[in-house]
């Protein structure tokens, strides 16, 4: 793994475990609305990423997900490409 590859992934996992967070707060009390906002955010960041910018991030999402030991955080992940529209619906 070179040097940007542990960047990537690195920034990665911070924007996982951002999203998941976030995600996590929606059904609390609080502010789901701009909870919701702020996952909407992060999509539509994704919808700027070329396609294969975001195959990229799906594979790297998915390999985060193999090495994951939480199953709660595992589930998250085996959904957050197709959550966040990183795959097309084809695949």
Known sequence: MNG???LLQTLTKLLIELTRFIDSTIDEDGE????????DFVAGAFDQLTPDQRGSLARMVQQLA???PSA???EFLDTFAEDF???DDAE
């Not at 789901?32 to 996952?39: G, T």
Request: hydrophobic share 35%.
């Open 85 to 87: 529209g990183l795959t």
């Open 4 to 6: 940007d590859d542990s």
């Open 32 to 39: 789901p609305r701009a909870a919701a906002k702020q996952l």
């Open 72 to 74: 709660e955080r595992r």
């Open 66 to 68: 193999a090495a994951e």
